[in-house]
């Protein structure tokens, strides 16, 4: 084994003793690299996509009303223009609906009024009632007052009256109990025979009821404690008042309920109003309805038919759909531009547009916010150019390829994209400088499919290395082939 080894060594070392041989033969000649001369030009770099030809502006149309079509006569490709009348409808139904809201609102207008006057009415009398209450209830008061200053000026004679009584009434007990103490007096000096005691008894026992007829005279002769005939007539009068004021008092404050309940509030007048107002409402929009009607639908803007959704003679309802338009006075191309380019785009930058061969100017007007994905292909953001010449040979759904100018340099010195090199350092390229490779770093700018921009690193006229090279190469003599 070592010594296949050896032999293999050996062998290799005959085939470079060869190759030594063969370079030192012809080491004093310049090695021919294709190369170009760095100069200035313009030099733009871009970003290319492909999408659909869509009008600037579209716009769906929905109907205004609920209405039979009684005009429509386009068809998806058809053009229009601004201000053309697309759409009629009929507008029979809508003015009957505006008579009947009219009517309705005439109706709520006629309540409204009817209930706040009677609910007016209704307030002066329950405001006449409470004052009617207020007034009988001081008469009555009157009246009860007048009855009862009789009423007590009748108890007080009663007391009186009653007071003198009971202390005659009590002074003729207190004699009658002395006559009954005198009559055991007397029996018993009878039976003694004392007839001289017996005698003054006898005449005390006289006196006494002498004084106690005196008494019963004096009793008989108190007044009575009834009214007298003036004192009930009076009584009577005051009592009649007291019952018709009472009866009307009464009358009034049933009359009172009555009206407050039929008083309509703050809220229930309030009500009234809203319900009036939602009636007008219903007329002014029935009036609207029927204007919409009899204008129809217009296009905004000159454009070409790309959805329709209805027919003459369809019965639409307000909000459906009608037809969509697109703009045809300004179009646009709408291309999905990636995450590793979109960041390059700007509104306003240069583009070029070609539909079918034909190359027209554009320029970036729109980047939407949103990335959208198709098919299999991963989210894209869309970006829309507008074509700011189109023709006649311009047509709506039509693809087109779009190259966006992303960055442009006039008279920029640049160099062919195959001398462009990176390595950790920066930037680099080869040059031949006095018939010698040399690596140059370089920074660069702008980078196009075929041109590099260089901003430092080499000066117009430099020699650039077209050829694939490595570090190799550098100081060895060389020489340059402009355009091989």
């Not at 009789?150 to 006559?179: H, L, M, P, R, V």
Request: aromatic share 6%.
């Amino acid at each position: 084994m070592r010594a296949k080894n050896i032999l293999t060594v050996a062998g290799v070392l005959a085939v470079c003793g060869g190759t030594l041989f063969f370079v030192s033969a012809f080491s004093g000649k310049a090695k021919v690299y294709s190369t170009q001369i760095a100069g200035h030009r313009n030099i733009s770099e871009s970003v290319e996509a492909t999408g659909d030809v869509h009008g600037d502006r579209s716009m769906t149309y929905y109907a205004d009303v609920t209405a039979p079509v009684n005009m429509y006569d386009l068809e998806v490709g058809d053009a229009v223009t601004k201000g053309q009348k697309i759409v009629g409808y009929d507008p029979s139904d809508l003015v009957k609906a505006l008579d009947q809201a009219q009517l309705s609102s005439e109706s709520a207008k006629n309540t409204m009024n009817g209930q706040v006057k009677a609910s007016d009415s209704n307030q002066a009398k329950f405001n006449k009632a409470l004052s009617d209450i207020e007034v009988y209830r001081n008469t009555y008061a009157l009246f009860r007052m007048a009855g009862d200053y009789i009423d007590q000026d009748q108890y007080q004679e009663n007391w009186d009256i009653n007071c003198i009584s009971a202390g005659i009434n009590k002074n003729i007990a207190d004699k009658t109990g002395q006559i009954n103490s005198l009559q055991l007096e007397l029996e018993k000096a009878e039976l003694e025979g004392d007839q001289d005691e017996v005698d003054h008894l006898i005449d005390k026992i006289k006196g006494l009821n002498k004084d106690i007829a005196d008494l019963n005279s004096d009793l008989a002769g108190l007044p009575p404690t009834n009214l007298s005939p003036e004192e009930y007539a009076q009584k009577v009068i005051d009592g009649n008042w007291m019952s018709d004021i009472m009866r009307n008092w009464t009358e009034s404050s049933t009359l009172r309920n009555t009206y407050e309940s039929q008083i309509l509030n703050s809220y229930q007048k309030e009500q009234l109003r809203n319900s009036y107002d939602l009636s007008t409402i219903s007329v002014d929009m029935a009036q609207e309805n029927v204007l919409k009607a009899s204008e129809g639908i217009s296009a905004e803007f000159d454009g070409i038919v790309t959805e329709s959704f209805i027919n003459r003679g369809s019965v639409v309802s307000k909000g459906s759909p009608l037809f969509s338009i697109e703009s045809s006075d300004v179009m646009k191309v709408d291309v999905g531009i990636s995450k590793y380019d979109i960041g390059k785009i700007r509104t306003g930058q240069r583009a070029s547009v070609d539909i079918a061969g034909k190359l027209y100017p554009g320029t970036v007007s729109e980047i939407k916010r949103l990335a959208v994905a198709k098919d299999s292909d991963k989210a894209k953001v869309v970006v829309s150019v507008t074509i700011n010449e189109p023709d006649e040979n311009v047509f709506i759904g039509l693809e087109a390829d779009v190259t966006i100018f992303t960055d442009e340099r006039g008279d920029a010195l640049a160099m062919p994209l195959e001398a462009y090199y990176a390595d950790d350092k920066g930037d680099y390229c080869y040059v031949i400088r006095n018939g010698i490779v040399e690596k140059q770093y370089i920074t660069t700018g702008i980078k196009t499919d075929d041109s590099v921009e260089v901003i430092t690193g080499l000066s117009d006229g430099d020699e650039v290395i077209t050829d694939a090279v490595t570090d190799d190469s550098v100081g060895g003599r060389a020489e340059g082939k402009s355009g091989e």
